[in-house]
């Protein structure tokens, strides 16, 4: 039963604030963030939101588009960044600095890394909260905005930087030394049947 309210009250905190946004004239953006890389993703969010991808932008107007983000809890990070990244944020007491790395984070409220990702990449300026409200993020697959015209967006194709000179060629020896290794093996195996043969 809790599990039950727990979902309705998310549906309702996300449908409510519409009535500050004027709703005319903006499209209704879809992003996925199952197994996408979070800073990517978050930076494609923050374009949308701002409205850059449209020819009509200009930095004093909010021109954005409505911003919903699907499995917030499925998206993906690089490198050490669970455990390295740490969030901090004080409680206004003496010596009271509180932190929580992205695990955590992610274990108690996957959104929330999201929308902090997206948050640090818009300018501050008095256009911030409006934009905030156009973004809409829950951490499963629901939502209560099926009665929209909904836009999925695609994401743009992830170029992979070419591997270092070094580290190609290290790749290179190794693979050789373990084709050597392989040959010897075979060549080994092939002289122990013929004696065996010949005895």
């Known amino acids: 039963m809790k599990m039950v309210t727990a979902f309705t009250g998310n549906m309702k905190k996300a449908a409510a604030g519409l009535r500050r946004i004027n709703l005319e004239g903006l499209r209704w953006r879809v992003f ?37 983000v699907l499995n917030a809890k499925d998206v993906c990070v690089t490198g050490r960044k669970l455990t390295d990244k740490v969030y901090y944020w004080h409680t206004g007491y003496i010596g009271h600095l509180k932190e ?11 959104t929330e890394v999201i929308r902090k990702a997206v948050l640090r990449m818009l300018p501050r300026n008095k256009l911030r909260d409006d934009r905030d409200r156009k973004l809409r993020i829950f951490p499963g697959s629901e939502h209560p905005f099926g009665d929209r015209p909904l836009e999925p967006y695609l994401m743009p194709p992830r170029s992979v930087r070419e591997m270092r000179p070094r580290a190609r060629r290290a790749m290179i020896r190794a693979q050789k030394k373990a084709e050597q290794q392989q040959q010897n093996a ?11 043969e010949s005895a």
């Open 186 to 196: 075979d060549g080994k195996k092939k002289n122990g049947e013929a004696q065996e």
């Open 100 to 110: 929580r790395t992205l695990k955590d984070q992610m274990a108690k409220d996957p």
């Open 32 to 68: 996925d963030a199952k197994g996408q890389v979070l800073g990517r993703l978050a930076s494609q969010i923050a374009t949308v939101v701002q409205g850059k991808d449209k020819p009509t932008y200009t930095p004093n107007r909010d021109d954005g588009d409505m911003c919903i």
